[in-house]
């Protein structure tokens, strides 16, 4: 039993390598699209069927128009890049609902749902559009894939601890350290470096698509000012704090630039 789980753990960390196009790296990646995508679409669907979505607003169109673009960026920043065909199985979807949540989100394979409480947040088009670039980079690096296939990781090895470990006290001590340990130690820094791979492909992607990359700091700025200061600190969020956004999305703007520029974008909205 034991060999059995160490197999199937080293044959998954082996097998499930996928580079990512942006970064040239190998990722955990086991689920492929034809496995993720249909049930995120269904899913994407049930949602929608449960909540008040807007369709024919100013808001709605600038939603769905801001989108396009967006798309349209990666898909040019990929086909230049040796990428042709990547986006073949993606649906892109864009949809605002009405909640005041500050928030906005996107599921594998491109559906995209912007929620009316962050509208004001981002403060028009070009808000939109930082909000929609770190969405849409979330799919194209396969993000969820990658944080499902970490998480059956991190089951596997909390089920080879209880079989190698056969006191039953030393088990619970394991089991109480594993479960804080690989959280904090692995799972929460992996959704992390995600969040802040996501902000820098789609401040990239949103300069190719024709919209001024400063504003992403801008954005991140009221962003914490809405916050009021009561986030987690750092190393138990998923998310990197704001600070660091801001920090990051400063020094990465000018580069974003240089990128847009190889397309021909050299002036921003």
């Known amino acids: 039993m034991k060999k059995i789980v160490l197999i199937i753990m080293v044959f998954l960390g082996v097998a499930a390598c996928k580079t990512n196009p942006f970064t040239g790296q190998k990722v955990l990646n086991f689920y492929p699209n034809s496995q993720i995508f249909p049930t995120a679409f269904a899913q994407y669907d049930e949602f929608l069927g449960e909540n008040k979505v807007i369709t024919g607003t100013e808001d709605a169109k600038m939603i769905t128009k801001t989108g396009q673009r ?17 986006l073949k199985d993606y649906k892109w979807e864009y949809n605002l609902v009405n909640d005041e949540t500050v928030n906005a989100w996107c599921m594998p394979g491109g559906k ?3 929620y009316t409480g962050i509208l004001p947040i981002c403060n028009g ?66 959704s992390r470096s995600h969040e802040t791979e ?43 704090s704001n600070e660091t956004r801001i920090a990051n999305l400063t020094e990465w703007a000018p580069l974003a630039r240089q990128e847009a520029a190889k397309f021909g974008v050299t002036s921003f909205q």
């Not at 492909?201 to 919209?211: F, P, S, T």
């Open 70 to 86: 967006i798309a349209a960026a990666a898909e040019r920043w990929l086909t230049a890049n040796g990428y042709p065909g990547y």
């Open 112 to 114: 995209i749902v912007f």
């Open 198 to 240: 996501a902000d820098r492909i789609g401040l990239q992607i949103m300069a190719i698509a024709g919209y001024n990359p400063d504003e992403a700091a801008e954005l991140w700025k009221r962003m914490q000012a809405n916050s009021g200061g009561g986030a987690p600190p750092e190393f138990l969020s998923t998310h990197p």
């Open 125 to 190: 088009e070009t808000g939109v559009a930082v909000v929609m670039g770190h969405e849409v980079a979330h799919a194209l690096a396969d993000h969820g894939a990658q944080r499902m296939s970490a998480g059956t990781l991190q089951q596997l090895g909390a089920v080879a601890g209880n079989v190698v470990i056969q006191d039953e006290q030393k088990r619970n001590i394991f089991n109480q350290a594993y479960g804080i340990g690989s959280q904090v130690g692995v799972m929460l820094p992996f």
